[in-house]
């Protein structure tokens, strides 16, 4: 590639996004026009090597129309080399555009398991994306992926180079909006101010049932929205899902119910307290479930990156509910207004 070309691709790439499909892209890649014969494409082929890197597929172009993909080991063995290479390349299917998003693109690419993928705009061929440039992309949205579940804007830079103010701007965001959140938990509490006077040992166990709901939730969450950036889980399985953590949750509910009664017994609380702990768990065990398999695959819908839906967000959800379920089963119980 001239310098010329080069200087102009670095142009189209820098006026794309950091998720743009074209920061990713390589634009040194072999093509070959596709009236070439057998014979005429391998002497271009390995006039236009660079680098003992040798491809295992490239490009067949109609001037700089993308036709199709040849395998260079196809190429090769064809005894007939006068043959046309239209007539031994493969269609590419599966083709993406520089100002694709990265998320848009990551679920084919990990479900196909290319290695090599044009890159087109209007039908030409403007770059590609290679092995070592799809797990680059990979990898870059997994990082994004646990940054966000996290509670963290995606660092655009190694850790060791970003410095403790961009840290503070990148992470007092979300906790920020955590601690607002959060902040209605003390309104829950106070709110059931009563049910607390009357038993104090209902307090015991609010570290416990809050805890207990956002690790349940964080548990589902982590795996649905990996899932779903693998395309494994889309909105239409969302029954599928509800179903199956349901089940799931139940049988969890029930174990860490039997759980807290054991632990009550030990703390020698009453059996009403033990009662009210132990239905409180399981209820907000299946609540959690709820909340943590429906909102990643709701925010998909609306074009809403699920990953956002960070751990800490789901617990924190979960704290204030769980509480209000926790108060209002004692109210029951206890035989309060």
């Known amino acids: 590639m001239s310098s010329m070309q080069h200087c102009a691709a670095h142009l189209a790439t820098s006026a794309f996004d950091g998720d743009a499909i074209a920061q990713y892209m390589r634009t040194d890649f072999i093509t070959l026009p596709e009236h070439l014969s057998v014979y005429e494409a391998r002497e271009l082929f390995v006039s236009q090597l660079t680098s003992d890197d040798i491809p295992g597929q490239v490009f067949v172009v109609a001037g700089k129309k993308l036709r199709g993909s040849l395998s260079i080991k196809k190429l090769l063995q064809e005894s007939d080399t006068a043959q046309s290479i239209r007539y031994l390349m493969d269609s590419c299917l599966f083709r993406v555009k520089p100002d694709d998003e990265r998320q848009e693109v990551v679920a084919e690419l990990s479900e196909r398991g290319l290695d090599l993928v044009p890159v087109v705009e209007k039908g030409e061929l403007v770059g590609c994306l290679m092995e070592k440039e799809i797990a680059h992309l990979l990898e870059d949205d997994v990082t994004e992926d646990v940054h966000r579940q996290g509670a963290t804007l995606p660092l655009d830079k190694p850790y060791l180079e970003i410095s403790p103010w961009t840290l503070w701007k990148k992470r007092s965001v979300w906790l920020l909006l955590l601690f607002v959140a959060e902040a209605y938990t003390s309104s829950v509490i106070q709110h059931f101010?009563?049910?607390?006077?009357?038993?104090?040992?209902?307090?015991?166990?609010?570290?416990?049932?809050?805890?207990?709901?956002?690790?349940?939730?964080?548990?589902?969450?982590?795996?649905?929205?990996?899932?779903?950036?693998?395309?494994?889980?889309?909105?239409?399985?969302?029954?599928?899902?509800?179903?199956?953590?349901?089940?799931?949750?139940?049988?969890?509910?029930?174990?860490?119910?039997?759980?807290?009664?054991?632990?009550?017994?030990?703390?020698?609380?009453?059996?009403?307290?033990?009662?009210?702990?132990?239905?409180?768990?399981?209820?907000?065990?299946?609540?959690?479930?709820?909340?943590?398999?429906?909102i990643p695959l709701t925010l998909k819908r609306v074009g809403i990156d699920p990953a956002v839906v960070s751990a800490p967000f789901i617990a924190t959800l979960i704290d204030g509910t769980g509480l209000i379920i926790y108060f209002k089963i004692a109210q029951h119980f206890l035989g309060l207004s």
């Open 193 to 294: 101010e009563e049910a607390l006077e009357s038993a104090i040992a209902l307090a015991f166990f609010i570290p416990l049932l809050i805890g207990t709901g956002g690790n349940s939730g964080t548990q589902i969450t982590s795996t649905l929205v990996r899932s779903m950036a693998l395309g494994e889980v889309r909105l239409r399985d969302m029954g599928r899902v509800i179903r199956k953590e349901m089940t799931t949750s139940l049988l969890i509910a029930i174990t860490l119910g039997l759980a807290g009664c054991l632990r009550a017994w030990m703390m020698g609380i009453g059996m009403e307290i033990t009662l009210i702990v132990s239905l409180t768990l399981v209820c907000i065990t299946l609540w959690s479930t709820v909340v943590s398999s429906v």
